[in-house]
């Protein structure tokens, strides 16, 4: 997916479009809205730039959707550039390409990239155990880095503001891939009821991390102690990119995912399943 076709899809999808703030760029983050913000479920997709597919997915499945909900489709609007049009369509200095391939171990593929435009990974940037985690890194990465402090990047920033704005009874992370959905947060198992219910539909596993921290469903979980959710889509044997080829069976997949959610909202706010 390219820069061009996000922003176009965004406007032909329904909803309200507003912007949630901009990249460490200075591209804007887009964000759509349907129904009554106040008690939607908030949903984000392109977290990671290799993770396009759930760009598409989630625009797809928006587009068929009636009821109360708020997306924002891609949270790393200038990883989702690296890794689909290359570092020349992000409009770097000089200094700043080359430092991004050095990291990137000298090459211009980025195809693989997982970060932001600074090489700090968005989903270990968050104030929840930040700095924690067994896979974390503590200098510019392709995947992994935690950035030099929490909520170091714009794009992290942006996330943190708009979940503080509205009462939303859940938030959901996509990711890709394994067919896997991970709930709760250090000693709070908030979310598996929801998971649960998403795993019976979606025919993924349902799991509790035991050893990650710093991502966007643990800050909202130690924030606010309602349900949050990453959701991995795709086959774990298929590679990164995941294959846009399967894009048609992800979303006859998923079809049933945002009424599902739209119709626990209520559910969710008496806290009968969290």
């Known amino acids: 997916m390219l820069y061009r076709d996000l922003i176009g899809l965004c406007r032909e999808s329904g909803g309200k479009l507003s912007m949630i703030g901009r990249t460490e760029t200075g591209l804007p983050i887009p964000c759509l809205q349907k129904g009554d913000p106040a008690r939607s479920t908030l949903i984000f997709g392109g977290i990671h730039a290799r993770e396009h597919i759930t760009v598409e997915l989630l625009l797809a499945l928006w587009k068929a959707f009636e009821g109360d909900m708020t997306l924002v489709p891609c949270l790393n609007v200038d990883g989702l550039i690296l890794a689909t049009e290359g570092i020349g369509a992000l409009g770097l200095s000089a200094r700043e390409a080359k430092q991004l391939i050095a990291v990137n171990g000298g090459s211009e593929d980025f195809s693989l990239w997982k970060a932001n435009a600074r090489a700090v990974d968005l989903n270990v940037n968050f104030d929840a155990g930040w700095g924690t985690g067994r896979q974390n890194v503590f200098a510019p990465a392709p995947a992994n880095y935690v950035g030099p402090r929490p909520a170091s990047e714009a794009e992290t920033r942006a996330a943190v503001a708009l979940m503080g704005q509205g009462s939303y009874a859940a ?102 399943i969290l």
């Open 171 to 272: 938030v959901l992370a996509y990711h890709s891939k394994g067919e896997e959905i991970y709930y709760g947060f250090g000693a709070s198992d908030a979310g598996y009821g929801t998971g649960k219910l998403l795993a019976a539909e979606l025919g993924y596993a349902l799991k509790k991390p035991q050893d990650s921290a710093g991502g966007l469903k643990d800050y909202w979980i130690k924030t606010t102690g309602r349900a949050g959710l990453t959701i991995e889509v795709g086959k774990d044997e298929l590679p990164h990119p995941y294959p846009r080829t399967q894009l048609p069976a992800l979303i006859d997949q998923h079809k049933r995912v945002l009424p599902l959610l739209n119709a626990l909202n209520g559910r969710l706010w008496t806290k009968s």
